[in-house]
């Protein structure tokens, strides 16, 4: 029994250094199995994907009671809500005429369609709360301190960004919970001041309800194809875009500003 | 040898210890995700219908807060200015936390979580207790019974507004000033106004929502510009 198992550990031993040392694979990955601490660090140098981290962290940085996972849990929402997103894509024409008509075919024609919405829509909500969570933990831990203050400053702009997205996504669907929502949120814009046609102080700068702050979200007064349009092309393109660029700044900047911070109160005075 | 890097010290290997922990998240997530997406399925209403404007009309649930602040305030208040000072406060924080530890923090910790508190207590409140004309219904009560429209409110004569407003904001930059030396010297001036100011504000809105639900009081002050 014994003699059987170590020549099954044994061959697969010789496979696995047969297949490492093989033209095919070293053209891939130009290291050895990471077993030993020389090919561990090379594991993460050389891939452009888990280069993000450093080769070697803190202790307790890897330790889920200090970091909770949210950050990471965010981007890969992000992703989740990327792929589904594009599969939802293909199905869905933002046009008031068959915007409707496109969801009810996802749910009951497109094969997976009811499951890849399902997944964005909830992907979507939990990313709000991972995010808030994530906020959370980085004030709990003081991380924002120096040198970090500026990163806080990047993720509250991810934060509504987040916020943002999951907004304009809201009146994709075209159902009455889509439109009144929109209606009731993009109300809100018309009460600013000096820029919205109900806040105060808008005679000043001559806005009215064809010019101001709503009308510039909306492509008109009321929620309708132009409204459609443009939640679209900022939900399928331009906030996506600038959340990417800012998640790049966000991971870079953690590294840059000196990896993850250190546990709440053994922070140094700079 | 500072603390933080006596601590950096102590490294371990990214590889596995970092990223084996990281796949375990993304595959606990995703397996979550799979089975609550295949459990319960998104809302589908009817077709959208401009015509047909649902009792009551609600903002998605993190937006909610603010839609029930609308019930206290002005919208340019509920829906940009408070918003906005959110951002602003939250984008401030670094700049304004002297950088204290352990039980120094407490003023910090408390007032984040306030606010924290403060902003998911009113989003359950307009996801859970909000029907039609925005009256107040308990979770369990029937929403197709309609409610009598609330009492009608008043605004307090600027007599007692300017006086109550001015006493409270100067007041509140006042006393601390006063009573915690130790907090003001920490910040200076610039950080102790900002603050403050910032600190007032927040405690303000819940203030002037028990204002409201004590004292029927609609605005503090009457203004010819605007009202608050």
């Not at chain 1, 696995?16 to 053209?27: I, T």
């Not at chain 1, 929620?223 to 443009?230: I, K």
């Not at chain 2, 406060?89 to 007032?111: H, K, M, T, W």
């Not at chain 2, 989003?123 to 019974?145: H, L, M, S």
Request: hydrophobic share 50%; proline share 6%.
């Amino acid at each position: 029994m014994g003699q059987q198992l170590r020549g099954r550990a044994s061959l697969w031993r010789r496979t696995r250094d047969r297949v490492l040392a093989s033209q095919l694979w070293r053209s891939v990955i130009r290291h050895g199995y990471p077993d030993e601490n020389r090919n561990r660090i090379l594991v993460i140098i050389s891939n452009i994907f888990l280069h993000l981290h450093p080769a070697r962290v803190k202790r307790h940085g890897v330790k889920l009671r200090y970091t909770w996972c949210m950050g990471g849990l965010s981007a890969f929402l992000f992703f989740v809500l990327t792929v589904t997103g594009v599969l939802l894509m293909f199905y869905y024409v933002p046009d008031t005429r068959r915007a409707y008509q496109d969801m009810k075919d996802l749910e009951h024609a497109v094969l997976f369609g009811k499951l890849m919405r399902n997944m964005h829509r909830w992907a979507a909500h939990a990313m709000v709360v991972t995010v808030i969570l994530h906020m959370t933990r980085v004030f709990l831990t003081g991380s924002y301190r120096p040198p970090r203050e500026f990163n806080w400053v990047i993720g509250v702009g991810l934060l509504v960004l987040t916020l943002l997205l999951s907004f304009t996504g809201y009146l994709l669907p075209w159902d009455q919970l889509a439109m009144w929502a929109i209606t009731v949120g993009t109300n809100m814009a018309e009460a600013t001041p000096f820029l919205g046609a109900a806040g105060p102080f808008h005679e000043l700068l001559g806005i009215t309800k064809h010019n101001d702050i709503r009308f510039a979200l909306l492509g008109g007064t009321i929620v309708d194809q132009n409204a459609l349009l443009r939640f679209y092309v900022l939900h399928c393109i331009a906030l996506p875009l600038i959340g990417a660029v800012l998640m790049a700044v966000h991971f870079w900047r953690v590294r840059k500003d000196g990896g993850i911070s250190g546990p709440h109160g053994k922070l140094p005075k700079l | 040898m500072s603390a933080e890097n006596a601590r950096s010290r102590d490294l371990v290997h990214t590889w596995p210890h970092l990223v084996y922990r990281e796949l375990c998240a993304l595959l606990a997530a995703s397996v979550v995700l799979w089975i609550v997406s295949l459990l319960v399925d998104a809302p589908l209403e009817e077709l959208a219908n401009a015509t047909l404007t649902p009792n009551p009309a609600k903002a998605p649930w993190y937006f909610l807060g603010l839609q029930e602040l609308l019930v206290y305030f002005d919208p340019w208040i509920a829906g940009v200015a408070i918003p906005g000072l959110i951002i602003l406060g939250l984008a401030a924080i670094p700049y304004l936390d002297p950088g204290e530890d352990g039980s120094r923090r407490r003023f910090a910790l408390s007032v984040y979580l306030g606010g924290l508190a403060l902003w998911f207590v009113l989003i359950f409140i307009g996801t859970y207790c909000r029907g039609p004309n925005w009256a107040w219904y308990w979770p369990w009560e029937d929403q197709t019974v309609i409610k009598p429209t609330l009492p009608l409110t008043r605004a307090l004569s600027p007599a007692i507004g300017w006086p109550a407003v001015l006493i409270y904001l100067g007041g509140g930059l006042l006393a601390p000033r006063l009573i915690w030396r130790d907090f003001f010297a920490r910040l200076g001036i610039v950080r102790y106004l900002t603050v403050m100011g910032l600190l007032l504000l927040m405690i303000a809105v819940p203030l002037k929502i028990a204002l409201r639900l004590a004292f029927n009081v609609k605005y503090v002050l009457t203004t010819p510009w605007f009202n608050v």
